[in-house]
């Protein structure tokens, strides 16, 4: 795709590589929320070394353990919470980062 692209071309060309650039943007925006959202609601119970011993990179692993979690209080993180907590939590950098950070 960027082979085609000319600076001073293709308004298509343009417009493609400016919806990329936006999708890599929003993929990090994303990435800070659920690591926000560890931080904020799941360090209320415990802290993150129990997290950061865990080496499983497998995301529903990590959705029923954090689904688990809300069990034991139901109004911690909605059912959307839990899977976008579970993913964040399966990436074994994301979850690296957040734990080399507390």
């Not at 993150?48 to 954090?66: G, I, P, R, S, Y």
């Amino acid at each position: 795709m960027l082979q085609n692209f000319k600076a001073s071309g293709n308004g298509a060309g343009r417009a493609a590589l400016a919806f990329a650039v936006l999708l890599l943007f929003a993929s990090f925006a994303w990435a800070g929320d659920a690591g926000e959202l560890v931080t904020l609601r799941c360090q209320g119970c415990h802290g993150m070394d129990k997290t950061c011993a865990v080496t499983v990179d497998d995301a529903e692993w990590w959705k029923e353990t954090v689904s688990r979690m809300v069990e034991y209080k139901s109004d911690l993180l909605s059912a959307g919470e839990v899977a976008e907590v579970g993913r964040y939590l399966a990436d074994g950098k994301q979850r690296a980062a957040l734990c080399s950070s507390n």
